[in-house]
């Protein structure tokens, strides 16, 4: 089974965390199933980018992005040549390591 190492994130994962992964699964549900609470204002559809997060190792085993995707990502914050929507990277047969940026772009959050 292989694993999702998260990095660090003075919010939603302080000490980071060492997660088992089901092959197939988005890095979002992932996340959000060990209580890792990512934002996903779209619901998962892939219409926002405030699941963005950058893939530090094992990229090249992810599904290629679609163009949707794509388009999505170029508005990111902090975006980098191995960002992903986690709501749309499936994981596949190797561990990946995995930032959350510090910021994202949320539009409708309220509260703030």
């Known amino acids: 089974m292989p694993q999702l190492i998260v990095l660090p994130h003075m919010e939603l994962c302080p000490d980071g965390a060492v997660l088992d992964a089901q092959a197939g699964t988005s890095i979002c549900d992932t996340?959000?199933?060990?209580?890792?609470?990512?934002?996903?204002?779209?619901?998962?559809?892939?219409?926002?980018?405030?699941?963005?997060v950058i893939v530090r190792e094992g990229f090249d085993s992810l599904p290629e992005a679609t163009e949707t995707e794509d388009d999505l990502l170029d508005k990111a914050w902090g975006l980098e040549p191995t960002s992903r929507l986690s709501c749309q990277a499936l994981v596949g047969d190797?561990?990946?390591?995995?930032?959350?940026?510090?910021?994202?772009?949320?539009?409708?959050?309220?509260?703030?």
Request: hydrophobic share 30%.
């Open 94 to 112: 190797e561990d990946l390591v995995v930032e959350i940026p510090k910021y994202t772009i949320n539009m409708v959050k309220e509260g703030h």
């Open 31 to 52: 996340l959000l199933e060990n209580g890792i609470e990512i934002e996903h204002a779209c619901e998962k559809s892939c219409a926002c980018t405030t699941c963005h």
